[in-house]
């Protein structure tokens, strides 16, 4: 590399990420075969529109690279192209979940004599994302969210309270699938909640979508009408998203397809694409099963250690790569903000986090997120985890 600069900065940050214990939830470690195909000269070609309908010229190899991401995407999660589109062009989540609402939220407008349109999203405060309805992104903004949260006893979903905001609310879509929910998630129940309103159901599957691809966690597939995912947590690829519609006749595929170009991007990034088509081929391998069912054994370990060890763990453990644990009332009364700069001058690298009911704020939360995805790519065992628990107790305690 010629930028000697660049080139260093790069340098160090390998070797910073190799000398600490990452256990940041929504990242992992792409396999080189990934960082080819993102540092290829696919980043030249302007490709915008889709296979076959381009509106540049020389995109044949290109269609090529994106049809075979798509097959490749329905196949890891066992879906026929009779029944499920996919669109392989978000540039990562959060323009993935505004495409969908644009496809299919009215935006309130005079003109159209529309009402703004409702997404019945979780609260960010209790695990939801910001792009599930929040007022300070975008989606809350042209659209009005109906926040929902977990119960205060079991920190866990409560159907007969969603039942009741749905009712009294009429959503026009409700979102399921969150940022810090560490576990299972009733697809059916949502699905039922969907219909009793004539809502559609989106599931947001970034978080958990290597463990569905996997096998360890429910597919939402059976009962969604469309499903975004990003493609760098669990799924272990590049930074990038996709989106999953159902084909039943309401021509969610067209909708999602013109939401997401020309609504609200411009060319696709090509090697992006070409990225997560090699990373769905190593999700296809057998390895990778074991490999999912490694990250939830890792969470669970590490989840049950923790709390023997006296830290507070949200819902009481998890289903999942994720754990939340309230260091504030459940610990030694430390709060996230300082738990994670003490964890991270440690070698320890986690995320402050909010809990459900936080009595403190986001920027100094009662709680840190953590998980098992990364680690165990770096093949992190069951008595690695015992270790890191032990680590972070006596870190938080000194
Ligand atoms: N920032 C991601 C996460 O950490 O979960 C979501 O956007």
């Given at each position: 590399m010629k930028d000697r600069q660049i080139e260093k900065l790069i340098k160090k940050e390998k070797e910073h990420s190799k000398n600490v214990i990452n256990l940041i939830a929504s990242e992992n470690y792409v396999s080189s075969d990934v960082l080819t195909a993102l540092g290829s000269i696919l980043t030249n070609k302007y490709a915008e529109g889709y296979p076959g309908a381009r509106y540049y010229g020389g995109n044949v190899i290109i269609d090529e690279i994106e049809n075979l991401c798509k097959k490749r995407a329905l196949e890891v999660f066992g879906l026929s192209r009779d029944k499920w589109a996919v669109n392989v062009q978000p540039l990562s989540g959060s323009p993935a979940n505004v495409a969908v609402y644009l496809a299919l939220v009215p935006i309130g407008s005079p003109s159209t004599g529309l009402e703004v349109g409702k997404i019945m999203g979780m609260t960010l405060a209790h695990g939801g994302h910001l792009t599930h309805g929040h007022k300070v992104s975008i989606t809350g903004k042209f659209w009005r969210q109906i926040p929902y949260g977990v119960s205060k006893e079991t920190e866990t979903l409560d159907f007969n309270e969603l039942g009741e905001i749905a009712k009294k609310e009429k959503p026009n879509i409700i979102v399921a699938g969150f940022t810090a929910y560490p576990r299972l998630i009733d697809f059916k129940k949502f699905r039922e909640l969907a219909d009793s309103v004539g809502a559609y159901l989106m599931v947001d599957m970034s978080h958990f979508a290597g463990l569905v691809a996997g096998g360890v966690y429910p597919s939402p597939f059976e009962y969604a009408d469309i499903v975004t995912t990003t493609t760098h947590k669990t799924l272990r690829g590049p930074r990038s998203a996709m989106i999953f519609s159902k084909i039943d006749g309401r021509l969610l595929p067209a909708k999602i397809d013109k939401a997401v170009f020309p609504g609200i991007q411009g060319g696709p990034h090509i090697n992006q694409i070409a990225a997560v088509a090699v990373a769905l081929k190593e999700v296809s391998k057998s390895d990778f099963k074991r490999y999912a069912k490694q990250i939830v054994k890792n969470a669970n370990i590490l989840a049950m250690e923790l709390a023997r060890l006296g830290w507070r763990i949200i819902s009481g453990g998890t289903d999942t790569h994720l754990i939340l644990v309230d260091t504030w009332n459940g610990g030694v009364g430390i709060g996230g903000k300082e738990a994670s700069e003490k964890l991270e001058k440690a070698g320890i690298i986690v995320n402050k986090n909010t809990i459900p009911?936080?009595?403190?704020?986001?920027?100094?939360?009662s709680g840190i997120r953590i998980g098992t995805a990364g680690e165990t790519t770096r093949r992190k065992k069951e008595k690695d985890m015992i270790k890191i628990a032990h680590k972070i107790d006596f870190v938080l305690r000194t």
């Open positions: 009911f936080d009595t403190r704020t986001p920027v100094d939360p």
